[in-house]
């Protein structure tokens, strides 16, 4: 067990520079998860922490020693491929214990963490198979299993969950959070998919085009992002955004959105953005949950408006609806008691208590 | 549990045309069976005319009959042969020749191929396809100058590599060695890139990654190198025609040539006899490993 620390690491290959000078900081225990879209880094700064690229410049520690020229064998880490990467010729017993037979453990003490492993995923029963005979989600398991015996400090994951189907998605992400429950094992987890960070960490590392666009809980991430990335990174659906300006409207400050529409905004963000140019290009971001239908008694801060709807998708628990404002299409959530109908109008209210309000040329929220 | 028939009504009564692809099919699979046909006749005649010489006496072949009938079968040239200690003699050296051969061989191109598959040092693109020319370069143009670098080698050195059977250890490799890394990179580039981060990480070396991991996983491939290595060395002619020359040195094929040829004078119905036994180990080899041979020339084109 042990903390892994990032100072300035930056990852060059020949004229691209995939990673742009990150630091981090992963507590003992912690379970971090670097989300990102493609070819953001991600996978490149956990395959340096596991040794397998070199860092162009910075330090990496792991417990406290830095490992920039450490190979991956001596840096005590276990990692988990997105395809497996199960020895076809092992059995799954072989494959767990691979590593540890390689240290020459004594044989009681292998037989003893492979059937430990074993129990705690649940493939007992599938010891003496190869991998060909298993299942995506068993061979996940073994995966897993050839990590945990191992007792390393650190568990690397690398998009674990991306080559099995939705359903056992949601499983194996139980499974991974339940693991960590119990070995409390450090982790760094690189995936792609926001749910899967949202759900499993404890620190989401959003990255973008090399750099960390924020470090934050998931609850963090969700209601206080730093940029514009992030906000409409994380959550699904995406936070809609709709340029707007400030402007003064009879001593109250307003936020314009089109000629025929315009809110007063709540005290609470009136005050914080008091000393916004008035005549800035910003944006407004708003969740979709944010977004619903008009109610009779509308709360503080909470503002209405008419809208023709284009299209509308009943989930069951809620219905989406989609409009266009200023040229961009906006969702919103309603109740799917709500007679939503695509071409027709409906009244929709906005929860101006919860918006960001943006920097539509830096991307930062105000 | 009842089963249930399920009888469609709509099933149509004649048989069922699938249009244009199934037309299209049934020519190609017409010329195919044409072709291979052809040629399993063209390559068969051969080995059965050698069969049907093989049994022969030589009175019988020289007396010009039918030849692709034996009137009076007989196993004196195979008695004649197995009891020569000549033969024997030929046999063995081609034996003990590519048994070592093939050794050599797998030593030489497994972690050759390995290394220039898998540790992308500086030039090891460059190096592979330089592997892959020296296999172009034909054995009718290296036999001069290696002829004359052994015979330097020995007036240098005083070690006699000329007419020595062992010379031909070396002289095969150069063969074999160019073709089974090419084959070995092939099949090695075939095995997922993870695999070898996943024993790295598992604290294997790269020697270990080798031997445990890599050439578990590769074994179809190398036995078909393994097949083919055999083949070259057991069928090689050239070189040891023109490296050796006294009897006791020679290996089966050009033993057959030289002791059963005398003047003018062909053995005809030995001849035919020892060319069968001698292409007798490949083809048991080839009918116990056929599935491994298939499967690692195949390797690179199935698994992208």
Known sequence: MADVTLRKVVKRYDDVEAVRGIDLDIADHEFVVLVGPSGCGKSTTLRMIAGLEDITDGDIMIGGDVVNDVPPKDRDIAMVFQNYALYPHMTVAENMSFGLRLKHFPKAEIKSRVDEAARMLDIAELVDRKPKQLSGGQRQRVAMGRAIVRHPKVFLFDEPLSNLDAKLRVQMRIEIKKVHQKVRTTTVYVTHD?????????????????????????????????TRFVA?????????????????????????LTDRISFPLPPARAARYQSVGRDEKLLLGLRPEHITEASAHPEPGVEEFETVLDVIEPMGMETLVYFTLEGAQICGKVNPNVNAQAGKPLRLAVDLNNMHLLNEATGAVI | MASTVVIDKAAPTRSVKYGSMSRDRAWALRWSYFFLTLFAIFSLVPPIYMLITSLKSSAEISAATNPWWVF????????????????????????????IVVTITMLISVPAAFALSRMRFWGSATLATGVFLTYLIPDTLLFLPLFKMFATFGDWTGIQLINRWYVLLIVYPTLTVPFCTWIMIGYFASIPK?????????????????????????????????????????????????????????????????????????????????????????????????DYYIAGLTAGATKG
Not at chain 1, 194 to 223: F, K, S
Request: proline share 6%.
């Open chain 1, 194 to 226: 926001q749910v899967e960070a949202m759900t499993l960490a404890d620190r989401v590392v959003v990255m973008n085009h090399g750099r960390i666009e924020q470090i934050g809980t998931p609850n963090d991430l969700y209601h206080k992002p730093a």
């Open chain 1, 232 to 256: 409409g990174f994380i959550g699904s659906p995406a936070m809609n955004f709709v340029p707007c300006r400030l402007e003064d409207v009879s001593g109250k400050l307003h936020i314009r």
């Open chain 2, 72 to 99: 009076h079968p007989t196993l004196s040239n195979y008695a004649e042969l197995l009891s020569s200690n000549q033969f024997l003699r030929f046999f063995w050296n081609s034996a003990i020749v590519s048994i």
């Open chain 2, 194 to 290: 993870e695999l070898d981060e996943a024993a790295i990480i598992d604290g294997a070396s790269w020697f270990q990654t080798l031997t445990r991991i890599f050439i578990p996983v590769a074994l179809p491939g190398i036995i078909a190198a393994t097949i083919f290595a055999f083949t070259v060395s057991w069928a090689q002619f050239l070189y040891p025609l023109v490296f050796t020359t006294s009897v006791d040195q020679l290996v089966m094929p050009v033993g057959i040539v030289t002791s059963l040829i005398k003047g003018d004078v062909f053995a005809w119905g030995q001849i035919m006899t020892g060319a069968l036994l001698g292409a007798a180990p490949p083809l048991i080899i080839y009918a116990f490993l056929m």
